[in-house]
């Protein structure tokens, strides 16, 4: 038989355990919900890491941000890609739009790398790039796949010329974007 201060002794317990858990589970959750929104309550940086950069140091570091030509690649390689499907899809205007902003993002480029211009026009800026927009206005599917297959050769051609050749141009296959043609 359990003695009835034994009783008493075991609710008491379990009442403190109960407490210590809710306790903790609490805190916890505020710990949680502070982290989470620790940045709202936060003062704006007026100026950041770029003002407390010395004004000689303050190009090198957005160079370093830009990180070369590499980034201009991928913004490229994106353009590239959904202009290509807007095309396949008769959707026009998302593939004009496309294309125009892949030349965005290729004169920004430029502009940090001017030495990559001379090889940058020659080979695409001047020839496939401006031929393949043409299709895309002229809402040709069939020239667009013709002049977008002298395109892909022209980028990987370019990408030799820059000392690049393991880096060749193919047919997208993965869209990234889930932009339809209704």
């Avoid at 990180?67 to 205007?93: K, P």
Wanted: glycine content about 8%.
């Amino acid at each position: 038989m359990t003695r009835p201060d034994s009783r008493i002794r075991s609710f008491l317990v379990m009442a403190v355990v109960v407490t210590l858990l809710g306790l903790g589970a609490a805190a916890g959750w505020e710990a949680v919900r502070a982290q989470g929104h620790s940045h709202t309550h936060a003062a704006p940086d007026p100026g950041g890491w770029y003002k407390r950069l010395s004004p000689d140091a303050r190009a090198a570091a957005i160079e370093r941000q830009l990180r070369g030509f590499e980034t201009t690649m991928a913004e490229v390689s994106y353009r590239y890609s959904e202009m290509y499907f807007g095309a396949i899809d008769g959707n026009w205007g998302y593939a004009e739009h496309m294309g125009a902003t892949l030349a965005t993002a290729l004169a920004a480029g430029l502009e940090r790398r001017p030495p990559l211009r001379k090889n940058a026009d020659a080979l695409f800026l001047k020839g496939p790039y401006p031929q393949v927009m043409d299709a895309i206005k002229a809402k040709d599917l069939a020239l667009f796949k013709q002049r977008i297959e002298t395109m892909r050769a022209a980028c990987t051609t370019c990408h030799a010329a820059e000392a690049h050749p393991f880096i060749k141009i193919g047919v997208p296959t993965v869209r990234r974007n889930p932009v339809v043609n209704d």
